[in-house]
């Protein structure tokens, strides 16, 4: 299969691992600075390998190589663009989190991927961790029994040098904040494990340390589900010295699950009534990552190949990127609004926060 990826900045190495991992045939990379294409094809081993071409236009690259799936790991700001363009041209596309900066590019990737007939995947790899995975089987198989409430806790860090790195991180246009960028990921896995249907959000974020940026450093909220479950949020990039945790933790009246480590790739609490063996097994499991993003590119990129072969819906697809990025933009309007949002939300943008702090 075809592949080619867009934007070479700080996460593009892990997708070159996962489409190098399923042997993908590696056509095309783009950026709009051809050194970031080189240092992360020599990153892999692929710097002097010519079959695979260098572009700095991604309609150029798309037009002469006709990749049949395509990556998008640009900035933020640019995805549900370049994702359109992609979709217009037949190509299956995988975009990093957040798949849009708005509700309505959301909408309209959804909408256009659906005319069209391509697949497109949200790349929210934390679902693939062994230990989300366990979780969800868990709740799945209705072992927690009725969910009373969760949380999700992304304490990080991240100081001025890797925002200085690129002039987009922290911005409204481009970025957001932390719930945007670095939380999104556990946002998602809060959302999909207490129920997509969501009733209303409260939230507060502030901006305490990172003034330097237009957006928010830290986030909290509570969240009602239409289940009759709560949760709480809490995101933020102010943990003294480095990353702490990412921790997500599920509540029921016959179990209780605790995920934790640097991206919810560990099992700390694994607790239910009617115990097994393999329950065993899970307690104290631990997944070796390199890096907060985890090991879920390559089983991520597994899946949309199947998908594609297939004609069937990615594990993750667009719809899961929609309600991650609902959920984030529902909190940034609480705040705006210094309200209760109820849900659906029809439309908010990043956009609409600029001015905020």
Known sequence: MRYGLIGCGRISTNHIKAALNNKLEFVAAC????????????????KHNKSIARYTNYKKMIEEKKPELVAIATE???????????????????????MAMSISDA??????SEEKGVKVSACHQNR?????????????????????????HVRWNRNKEYYSQAPWRGTWKQDGGALMNQCIHGIDLLRWMMGDDI?????VTKQQFHNYLEAEDIGMAVVKFKNGAVATVEGTTNVYPQ??????????????????GKSTNNIDVWNFS??????????????QTSNVYGNGHTSLYADMIEAIKNNRVPYVDAYAGRNALELVLAIYKSQKERNV???????????DMIGEF
């Open 274 to 287: 009617d115990e097994t063996a393999k329950d065993q097994e899970n307690k104290g499991l631990e997944e």
């Open 128 to 152: 693939f961790n062994i230990a989300v995975q366990e979780m969800r089987k868990a709740l799945d198989t209705g072992r927690f029994g009725r969910l009373s409430h969760g949380s999700i």
């Open 31 to 46: 950026d709009i600075i051809p050194e970031h294409i080189e240092a992360v094809l020599d990153k892999h081993g692929l």
């Open 76 to 98: 933020s700001g640019l995805h549900a663009e370049i994702a359109l363009y992609c979709i217009q041209q037949g190509v299956n596309v995988i975009i990093e989190k957040p």
């Open 341 to 351: 949002v109820r849900l659906p939300l029809n439309d908010f943008s990043t956009i």
């Open 107 to 112: 909408d309209k990737i959804i909408s256009l």
């Open 243 to 260: 990353n702490l945790e990412e921790t997500l933790y599920l509540f029921g009246e016959k179990g209780t699950v605790k995920l934790g």
């Open 199 to 203: 009733e209303s959000v409260y939230g």
